[in-house]
């Protein structure tokens, strides 16, 4: 004889009594349907998830969401889109010459430089408080009220980079394109993770920082590091050390997950309400000394001795943890009953996670001692800056911690040999090659009067993800690192001439100079005079040598 509570038991996991009534029978084959229903939606639910950029447990192969198909039309940016770029610099230096010859080499937009001339001499701070340009020069910069005024002037985009340490080697049209694929990306993983949340909130994350691999300047135990979202990159990229203290350092391998302040790029209408409230905390902690919630560590004293990524990082902090407060007020108690039918449901529990080791198994309140925050809901939103982070290093690639993640690698060869002997706390190295780049670099070859492809340049390759970003910020404390690596990007040779020719095309940084915000414009040659091109143009070859464009030669 059938037995109809035999499905019901498989389902429920436990026994049943038979059916006295039709009541009954009803009640067991509607509690079967629902089963099989919620396992039907179950299955689904993780075929899903096994193909989105923003899980973490997925296998190695997980490459990098390019932009592919978007059009590229040389060295000319979208019609459309207007970028301002900012170097926060008071002075100038050959490190500064580098930045701007490798901007200019590959047709970025003349630049305006901020802070020109600050005198950098206040006491007990960084670089004597010129970290802080980035929060003051750039705010004064989108609030000029000349500029105010130019219609659609907040719909374009503002880029600030850290002026001494950053390396261009894609152009600016795959500048343009990753940023609005890191935001796509962005969208469809936070609305997975705050559910109903996202829209009833209308969350958006326009303004893109880097990512690192630490928390730092801020302590651990505060809200600036423990109340960070886990990291979308995959979970076996240091294989069995991935997000462990096993590595070259304590922090190698760890995953990117947290804010580096070495470039911000977004809207100016967004990026304005960011830097008005950095600037509030800049004004409150400048005096400040043995903050309660640093355990009264003077390492902390003046924004941590005036570091201007440390505002940020609080306030990325102070987002996420009333992100996650957000998503928690939208829940109904009917969501907690499909959780347990159905894993990982959009806005359903995050998993946890640790920093440094210690576990985070609840990002508003971890087991371990820390900085305790008011977890009260707030439906004005004091606390949402919409800012996002370049998890894949699409933008840009930190080196700090991962000295060892990256390689100058050509695209059109074996990877294993030019990645060489790896140590045994080194990542696997991955390297595709990008789908969204221009089949031929914007740059002639003079001895073949053609363009080169650049699967045949040495690109700076992050190998542990395989991403080829656009620019290198050489943001390690040792800067021995970045000395050595001048002469292997793909303009090695060739970057005198490049710049010969960008000044023949009429490029404006070096017809008309760059402008500073006290009113002057600086000439290529008074910021780069001839004393610093030894070591710019470095072992320069006259003619350049001919661009690589395949293993045929």
Known sequence: ?????????????????????????????????????????????????????????????????????????????????????LLPATHSNVNLCKTLLTMTILGYPSPHIVSWGARDDAKDLLGGGSHFAKITGVLDYINDEARRRQPGFDEELVFMIDSYDIWFQLPVEVLLARYKAIIADEKARVAHRMGRAFAIEGIQSPVIFGAGKRCGPNQIHTMACYSVPDSPLPMDLHNGNTDTLMGRNMFSSFRARYLNSGYMIGPIGAVRPVLEKAKEKLQECSERTGAWFDNGSRDSDYCYHGSDQSIFVEMFGEQEFHREVMRRHHR?????????????????????????????????????????????????????????????????????????????????QALGPQVGELGMFDCPARAPMPDDLPAYAPVLDPSHGEPGRWEAMPLYTEICVGSVPVMVHHNSVDKLWRERQWSEPWWHGRSRWLLDERRRAGAKQLVEGISTDNGTTLTWEELCPREVEKELFRDVEDPPPPIRRGLEE
């Open 1 to 85: 004889m059938f037995d109809v509570l035999k499905p019901l038991r498989l389902c429920m996991g436990r026994a049943a009594r038979r059916p006295v009534s039709v009541v009954t029978v009803a009640l067991v084959f509607g509690t079967l349907v629902l089963c099989l229903i919620a396992a039907s939606i179950r299955r689904k639910s993780a075929e899903l998830l096994a193909g989105q950029p923003w899980t973490t447990n997925i296998h190695s192969s997980l490459k990098p969401v390019y932009p592919s198909g978007r059009p590229f039309m040389g060295s000319v940016a979208d019609a459309k889109t207007k970028l301002h770029i």
């Open 332 to 412: 109904t108690s009917l969501d907690g009953w499909l959780d347990s039918f159905i894993s990982g449901r959009p806005g359903s529990r995050p998993a946890p996670s640790q920093i440094q080791d210690a576990p985070v198994d609840d990002s508003l309140n971890p087991a371990f001692t820390h900085q305790q925050q008011d977890a009260t809901y707030l439906p004005g939103k004091p606390f949402e800056f919409g800012m996002g982070l370049d998890y894949w290093s699409l933008l840009g690639h930190q080196t700090s911690n991962a000295e060892f993640d990256s390689r100058y690698v050509r695209h059109d």
